[in-house]
C-alpha cells in the first residue's frame, strides 16, 4: 500500500500508534490467584493503585502505569488473550493444559503450585488395573481423556464444575482427576491420590500478534516478572518472608 505513505502524516497521526502500542491490556485470574497475582506485580514495581480483590469491578485502568488490568474467570483467561481482547493474561497450567489455546507462554510465575492427579477412594486404588470401564469424574476432561488413553485404560468422564470429591462418595464415578495441593480435601473426603498427572503454577500468556506489535512493552514486563519470580524467598527483591506465606497459605492454586 505505497500510497499510504504518500499522505502527509500530522504530529498527532505520528504519536497514535506509539501511544496505544506501549499501553497493555492484563486479563487477571479471580479467585484465589488474584491476590498473589497482584503481590507479584507490585513487587515488579507497578503501582496498581485501587485495583483490589474486594472490589466487584471487572475493569481497572492504570494509565499512570501503561496499563488497563480485566479481572475475568481463570478459565476465560486464555480467550480473552488469544483473541486480542487483552495483550496478556495470568493464568494457570491447568488450565492450559486443558484448553490448548493458541498463546505464547512465555513466564512460569512459579505461585500457586499444586497438582493435577487420579484420585479414588481408600481401598480402590487399585482397580485401573481391571480392563472394565473405569468412569472418572473431573473439571478436566482434555487431560483426563489424554491421560487415560495413553496408558490404553477405557474410561467414561463424567464433567463436574466443582466439589469433585463427592463423585466417587456417591457412586457417581470411580476415579477423580482434580487439583490436589495440600491434599486436605482428598483425606477428608477418605480419597487417595492414585497418581499424578502435571504438576501445576500460573503461567504468563501473551496474544502471539501482542508480542510482535506491543514488542518493547511485552518484553518489559516479561523481565520484570521475571526477576521477582525468580527471586528466592528473602531476597531483595522477593516479598518479606511472612506476607509470601501468607499468602501461599491462602491462595492455594491457580484456578477457580
Ligand atoms: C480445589 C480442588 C480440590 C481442592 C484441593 O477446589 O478442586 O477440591 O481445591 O485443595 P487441597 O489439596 O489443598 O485440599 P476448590 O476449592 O477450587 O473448589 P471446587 O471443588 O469447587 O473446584
Do not use: I, P, Q, R
Given at each position: 500500500m505505497g500510497w499510504v505513505r504518500r499522505l502527509p502524516v500530522t504530529k498527532r497521526e505520528r504519536l497514535r500508534p506509539r501511544l496505544a502500542d506501549s499501553m497493555l491490556t492484563i486479563a487477571l485470574s479471580k479467585g484465589k490467584m488474584l491476590d498473589l497475582t497482584l503481590d507479584v506485580f507490585r513487587r515488579a514495581g507497578y503501582a496498581l493503585g485501587s485495583l483490589s480483590t474486594e472490589s466487584r469491578r471487572l475493569v481497572f485502568p492504570c494509565p499512570e502505569i501503561g496499563m488497563t488490568f480485566l479481572v475475568v474467570r481463570p478459565t476465560d483467561v486464555p480467550t480473552y488473550v488469544e483473541y486480542g481482547a487483552a495483550d496478556v493474561g495470568i493464568v494457570g497450567k491447568d488450565v492450559l493444559m486443558e484448553q490448548d489455546s493458541d498463546v505464547y507462554e512465555p513466564l512460569d510465575?512459579?505461585?500457586?503450585a499444586c497438582r493435577i492427579a487420579v484420585a479414588a477412594l481408600k481401598g480402590q486404588a487399585s482397580r485401573d488395573r481391571l480392563s472394565s470401564k473405569i468412569r472418572v469424574a473431573t473439571k478436566y476432561p482434555k487431560i483426563t481423556e489424554r491421560y487415560f488413553n495413553q496408558r490404553g485404560v477405557p474410561v467414561e468422564i463424567i464433567k463436574l464444575y466443582g466439589s469433585i470429591e463427592l463423585a466417587p462418595l456417591v457412586g457417581l464415578a470411580d476415579r477423580i482427576v482434580d487439583l490436589v495441593e495440600t491434599g486436605n480435601t482428598l483425606k477428608a473426603h477418605n480419597l487417595v491420590e492414585v497418581e499424578c498427572i502435571a504438576q501445576s503454577t500460573a503461567r504468563l500468556v501473551v496474544n502471539r500478534a501482542s508480542l510482535k506489535l506491543k514488542h518493547a512493552v511485552v518484553t518489559e514486563l516479561i523481565k520484570k516478572l521475571r526477576a521477582v519470580s525468580s527471586a528466592p524467598i528473602g531476597s531483595r527483591t522477593a516479598a518479606p518472608r511472612k506476607s509470601s506465606r501468607g499468602a501461599l497459605r491462602t491462595v492455594r492454586r491457580t484456578h477457580k
Open positions: 510465575l512459579k505461585f500457586g
